[in-house]
């Protein structure tokens, strides 16, 4: 994408401080961080967000977010590590490319991620859950990759004791 800050960055148009890459994605320092250490991990190919992923390159993504939060735990000492994904502007995206926020944690540090909490209804929870449960199963091969082909088991004759049994070939070397 031609305007995209972050394909800059992938491409290398515009400087980055890159923590890690691999062939799916890029993390890099976030030049506004919340705390030091922030990091962005993000695609290399230009996505809205992460239902645009395949299943497996979903798993990937956030497979290295794990790998990027343990080398923070482990050098920056961090108490605890905030993942940040928005997608939609209700829901506070506010670029069009799938972004992973890594924010380390540390005691006495400022950042607040809060909202109001209420009570939940039980009848509403239970109605939610039902429509989400349906709304699931209804794309199986979104949420679990494709069917898994079935197995058919062959039964199969046990060898007799007059059969010739073969030693294993072992290389000599």
């Known amino acids: 994408m031609p305007d995209c800050v972050f394909c800059g960055i992938v491409e290398g148009k515009i400087p980055g401080f890159k923590v890690f890459e691999d062939e799916l994605s890029i993390a890099f320092l976030d030049i506004n961080p919340a705390n030091n250490g922030q990091v962005i991990l993000t695609t290399k190919k230009h996505v809205l967000g992460i239902h645009e992923l395949s299943p497996g390159d979903a798993g990937k993504l956030f497979s290295n977010a ?4 343990l080398a923070m735990s482990q050098v920056l000492g961090c108490g605890g590590v905030n993942i940040v994904y928005a997608l939609g502007e209700l829901a506070g995206q506010r670029l069009d490319h799938l972004l992973v926020y890594l924010i380390p944690r540390f005691k006495g540090d400022k950042v607040v991620l809060d909202w109001e909490r209420k009570q939940a209804d039980p009848n509403e929870l239970k109605a939610t859950a039902e429509l989400l449960s349906k709304g699931i199963k209804a794309i199986p091969v979104i949420v679990s ?4 082909p079935k197995v ?6 046990e060898p007799k004791d007059d059969a010739i049994v073969r030693k294993p070939r072992i290389p000599f070397y």
């Open 66 to 69: 794990r790998l990027i939060i």
């Open 145 to 148: 990759g494709p069917p898994k």
């Open 152 to 157: 058919i088991e062959v039964p199969v004759d």
